[in-house]
């Protein structure tokens, strides 16, 4: 019995090493995709808000949606301080902006044009996108 205890000892061990590994080997935070790709997509509710006088954000849902997101960071590894240095960031808020803008003008509306906007967030709201869905028609 005790050759079968010691031969167990060094499989737990590379099933704890293995179960270790992802959290070792996390990418940046400004790097995951799926983190990335939500925030984007808040940054552009926000612009077409910003431009489009017939939209306005819906704060509470915009709230709900970076809690969220808050709870997969953590549930993959990041640390609360990560995540907290992450969205307040004055430099990952400015590069979010810009592919805000970059994502707009790829889709028809440049800087400053309200009816682009406007037609971009009605549109991203009749298909019921995450964009859509942190933005409410007020015209």
Known sequence: MRPFTLSLKP????????????????????KEAHINNILLQGFIADKIADTCP?????KLRALGELNKLRDYALKKGYSSAEVKNFVTS????????K???AW??????????AA???????AEIAKSSLIGYLLRDKG
């Open 11 to 30: 499989t737990l061990i590379a099933v704890a090493l293995l179960g270790a590994a992802p959290a070792l080997a996390l990418e940046p935070i400004n």
């Open 54 to 58: 017939a939209m306005e954000p819906r």
């Open 104 to 113: 707009l003008a790829k889709s028809g509306a440049k800087e400053g044009d």
């Open 99 to 101: 592919e805000a803008i």
């Open 116 to 122: 682009a906007h406007c037609k971009i967030g009605r």
């Open 90 to 97: 004055k430099t990952e808020k400015a590069r979010g902006k």
